[in-house]
């Protein structure tokens, strides 16, 4: 793996990097408590653009720990790569490297061969696990199917959700079980020549234990408005340091779990007035990141607008994504079948002309 994280907590040398971005804040601890042993409290350092860091010694995986800004309340992790007992306690150390992966042979999936199943790890068996979900992999193959799409991960609060409203970006969600049993379940895929998709919300977060705000204001805009609320602030004050955060959990995600691609949600719902739009440069740093390697990861947006900008490359001022998700056969469909003319459904009449 040719790439290191920016943001979180990781393995480095004999202990564990912390790093977290919080400008407003004038103090940053990281209370720690390892599995065998006592919790202690320790300040991170600052640096010039709002980042807190530390290397902490003697510390491994599975060490839980919190973050405490400003003397106030103990806060997971934002970029917490697992939360064991949900979105609202501490975090949890993983170490991606420790994982035997066997699709070193691999070499990913070209755009005109995907077949897609779009699968919920929640409903998709009776135990809705990633383990579960890995022993159904053969009936897929058999079916045709060539690449799976899982829907989104990030952790969320309660036991069941449909994954739009997650709060915890990085943390595989704990219900479906452990980091390494999702780089079990895409490890399977590879072997069975099935591709793995991620669909990931860069749109908005659920409200529920989100904590972004309570590190950074500057995560949010009231200067664009989303059907769910304040945007993220792609294209304000401070927006790099956002837009490095969502691109970073882009990395993450291809990276250290081996995906295959991207399905982007609802981009339409991306505010971004900046000269270079966020999806642009996720594109961008996404392939750039991959360039010496095996395989290519494909970006699919989910945009209703039409826009052969979405696809166009970066030298003709496109956002270089790889496909657009088009939801107008199932919008036609849905106005044929339900009779639905709200929302998304406004411009379609469902008649056999439309649909053909």
């Not at 530390?54 to 992790?77: E, F, M, S, V, W």
């Not at 993220?232 to 970073?248: A, P």
């Not at 699919?300 to 003709?316: C, F, G, T, Y």
Request: aromatic share 12%; hydrophobic share 40%.
């Amino acid at each position: 793996m040719n790439w290191q994280p920016s943001i979180g907590a990781w393995i480095e040398d004999d202990g564990v990097r912390f790093r977290v971005w919080s400008p407003s804040s004038q103090t940053v601890e990281v209370e720690i408590v390892p599995p065998d042993g006592a919790a202690r409290v320790i300040p991170l350092s600052r640096e010039d653009d709002g980042i807190f860091t530390a290397h902490i010694g003697a510390i491994g995986p599975q060490t839980r720990y919190r973050y405490r800004l400003d003397g106030g309340n103990l806060l997971p992790d934002i970029a917490s790569r697992y939360q064991p007992t949900g979105v609202h306690g501490p975090s949890e150390i993983t170490d991606p490297a420790a994982f035997a992966w066997s699709d070193q042979e691999w070499g990913g999936i070209e755009l005109r061969d995907v077949i897609a199943y779009e699968l919920h790890v929640g409903t998709f068996t009776p135990e809705g696990s990633f383990d579960a979900a890995r022993e159904r992999l053969p009936m897929l193959r058999d079916v045709g199917v060539t690449a799976i799409e899982l829907m989104p991960l990030g952790d969320f609060p309660g036991t069941w959700n449909w994954g739009y409203d997650g709060v915890s970006l990085f943390a595989p969600a704990r219900c479906y079980g452990k980091p390494d049993d999702l780089r079990r379940l895409v490890d399977a895929a590879h072997r069975q020549n099935l591709a793995v998709f991620l669909d990931v919300v860069y749109n908005h977060l659920g409200p529920d234990g989100n904590y972004l705000s309570a590190f950074s204001p500057f995560f949010f805009t009231g200067r664009h408005q989303t059907p769910w609320g304040q945007a993220i602030n792609f294209d304000g004050e401070y927006s790099q340091k956002v837009r490095d955060f969502f691109i970073e959990n882009a990395l993450y995600w291809l990276h250290e779990f081996h995906f295959d691609g991207l399905r982007l949600d609802a981009t339409h719902a991306i505010a971004d007035d900046s000269p270079r739009h966020f999806l642009a440069e996720l594109s961008g740093r996404v392939h750039e990141s991959f360039i010496e390697m095996k395989r290519r990861p494909l970006l699919i947006a989910e945009d209703s607008r039409n826009l052969a900008q979405m696809v166009k490359p970066a030298e003709e001022n496109g956002y270089a994504m790889d496909g657009v998700w088009a939801d107008d056969f199932h919008h036609q469909v849905r106005a044929a079948l339900a009779g639905d003319r709200d929302g998304y459904f406004v411009d379609y009449q469902g008649t056999t002309d439309d649909i053909a």
